[in-house]
């Protein structure tokens, strides 16, 4: 296991993040208050680290953590000194502070540059459990110049390349990236690096630098394009009815709050709300007639859902229509081609698919154009090109929104901050470039069709990255189609699962999951829901046994109504559901099911 002959140099970069949730003020530099917050190791970081210990081990060769934080950021690097790692490099600077994602990866490439020796491989967490937005490692690997890949669940060296096999919603993908190469490791991937507090080294163990040390950058927050302009508190959208009592009469009560809110009519869905008309961007037979600078809103359809494709259209339309512009598809060849009547008023086929030059294509093509935004899901393909984007022109990025808005003169966008708020994020750059969880976007009736300008953008081959078998499964396109959807957390064992099965079976559920459950390999990784999961939208959502962390409670908020089983009455859950029932799960089922059936048809 080596490289070319020689031991394996792997330096992972981890983060310290608040353990639990998190206040989600706003200091008085408008910086997301950390202070007197408990911490601890990033979960996707603890599995950084114990792949880079493994694999430098293995190869006689040597492992380095790197943070970039305050002066307590060092405790991460103890623990990970404490796992095996080799070396440890601390970039704490009061200047740092406030660094949006592209700042950070700009700080952490300069940091990697004072290392005695260049890495063969870089490991990051896939995500953050407080920011969630999987963009660092492709921005990293941007500016470095390498490859990237992941969420990554197996990797071994190969001679000069790596061989992995990357998670995806629908499956796997076995990925072969020559090294040097920055892989996102996924948090299944091996046993998490924790280390008891009584073996952390102590004294000079950890090596410390600050910006004095870097080339010269704007650092911080004044540096950063992106910023958290303010913090809301989420909106209570629903006015829970909790029981408790005996299970038999909490069902029976259930049952009938539920019949009574209408849960088992069939009935029409009110009629969604139309994808606004659009404004040519190309002319019949011209070549390169686009529309006024500045007033372009791009839109990558990569491979995702159909579904999501056509709300992200739709919410490019309306902001389209907001700033007098027009909507550019940007398409690979096996995506969507109904394009036009969910919101697209021209259409750029890509001939290659591959990341890192794409978004080198796209910068030269961006150039000639000026467009106002570049959207994209949230999802690994299209965060990874708009990372890279976000580097070649110096624009940040907003990652992962729930929902994005015109304020008159700039985007922006929510996303979950802690303590059950919402933190508005806003772009300075230009153009703006964000990703959306499309789940919770409104999928709008699509417009009359029109003919539209078709063009073509060359992408060559990225000769450092081969991609083989892929294995895929139903699992995110069931539960997008399905209208009751059960979501089990770890208060339910998943020997008791079957148990489950009559509930499904008769109202036509599909199971979803939290992260720790599917973390667990419980349950596939297309079955998670969240903000680092799926989105859905189901008539009914039934949360069994689950605490009510708004991070998994944010991809059903869509729901029509949410039912929430839980022993523990202070759980969550019960702040954010429509019925409750404080109660043993596996009590309630039989007499859930029962009553069910003896109260209702069809």
């Known amino acids: 296991m080596t490289v070319g002959g020689r031991p394996l140099r792997v330096t992972a970069l981890i983060k310290q993040v608040p353990k639990g949730d998190h206040s989600g003020r706003l200091d008085a530099d408008g910086r ?39 002066p307590v950021a060092a405790d991460v690097l103890r623990e990970a000194l404490a796992w095996g790692v080799d070396d440890a490099l601390h970039l704490t600077d009061p200047a740092l502070a406030g660094s949006d994602c592209l700042i950070t990866a700009r700080a952490l490439a300069a940091t990697i540059a004072v290392l005695d020796e260049r890495p063969d491989l870089i490991l990051v967490g896939a995500s953050s459990v407080d920011g969630s937005t999987g963009a660092v490692g492709a921005m990293l690997a941007e500016l470095l110049g390498l490859p990237f890949t992941g969420p990554v669940l197996t990797l071994e060296p190969a001679g000069t390349h790596l061989r992995t096999t990357v998670q995806h919603d629908t499956g796997t993908e076995s990925v072969e990236v020559q090294l040097p190469a920055v892989v996102a490791v996924a948090e299944r991937s091996c046993d998490p690096c924790k280390a008891p507090v009584e073996s952390w080294p102590v004294g000079d163990a950890v090596r410390r630098i600050t910006t004095d040390d870097l080339t010269p950058g704007r650092w911080g927050l004044c540096g950063s394009p992106t910023k958290v302009a303010n913090v809301h508190p989420a909106p209570l959208t629903r006015n829970p009815v ?15 709050e539920l019949q009574l809110r209408g849960c088992f009519e069939l009935r029409e869905a009110e009629p969604a709300e139309a994808v606004r008309a659009g404004t040519p961007a190309f002319l019949p037979g011209e070549r390169s007639s686009g529309p006024r600078a500045g007033s372009e809103v791009v839109v990558l359809v990569g491979p995702g859902p159909v579904a999501g494709t056509r709300a992200l259209l739709g919410a490019a339309a309306e902001l389209a229509a907001d700033v007098g512009g ?20 021209a259409v750029v086929t890509l001939s290659g698919d591959e990341p890192r030059p794409v978004a080198e294509s796209l910068a030269k093509w961006m150039a000639e154009r000026d467009p106002w935004a570049v959207l994209g899901a949230a999802l690994p393909w299209d965060r990874e090109v708009l990372a890279r984007l976000a580097v070649a022109t110096g624009a940040g990025l ?19 901050s802690g303590g059950g708020t919402l933190a508005e994020i806003v772009s300075h750059g230009s153009p703006q470039l964000a990703t959306l969880r499309t789940g919770l976007l409104p999928l709008r009736t699509p417009r009359p069709d029109r003919p539209i300008g078709e063009h073509h953008l060359h992408v060559p081959d990225d000769p450092a990255v081969r991609r083989a078998k892929r294995r895929t499964g ?24 079957p148990e489950l099965e009559p509930l499904c079976d008769l109202l036509g559920a599909e199971l ?3 992260r720790k459950v599917t973390d667990q390999g419980w349950m596939p990784h297309g079955r998670q829901l969240g903000i680092t999961g799926r989105s859905v939208a189901p008539r009914l959502y039934f949360a069994i046994g689950l605490s009510g962390n708004l991070n998994h ?25 429509d019925v409750g029932l404080v109660a043993d799960w596996r009590e309630v089922m039989p007499h859930l099911v029962n009553g069910l059936r003896a109260r209702t048809s069809g």
């Open 326 to 345: 027009s909507v550019t598809a940007v398409r690979t060849v096996e995506s969507s081609d109904d394009l036009t009547r969910w919101g697209a008023d």
């Open 32 to 70: 997301l208050e950390r202070a007197g917050a408990v911490t601890e190791m990033n979960p996707w970081c603890r599995r950084a680290v114990a792949q880079a210990v493994r694999l430098a081990g293995d190869s006689g060769g040597r492992s380095t953590a790197i943070t970039m934080g305050p």
């Open 553 to 577: 409670l944010a991809g059903a908020s869509r729901a029509g109504t949410v039912v929430a089983v839980n022993t523990d009455p202070a759980a969550d859950v019960f702040a954010h559901c």
């Open 474 to 497: 139903n699992e995110g396109d069931a539960l997008d189609r399905a209208d009751v959807v059960i979501g089990v957390g770890r208060g339910v064992d998943p020997a008791t699962y």
């Open 242 to 256: 909790i029981f408790r009592g005996a299970v038999e009469v909490q069902t029976s009560r259930a049952i009938t």
């Open 512 to 514: 979803a999951a939290t």
């Open 398 to 416: 907003m990652s992962d929104l729930i929902s994005l808005s015109f304020d008159g003169a700039r985007l922006t966008g929510l996303k979950p």
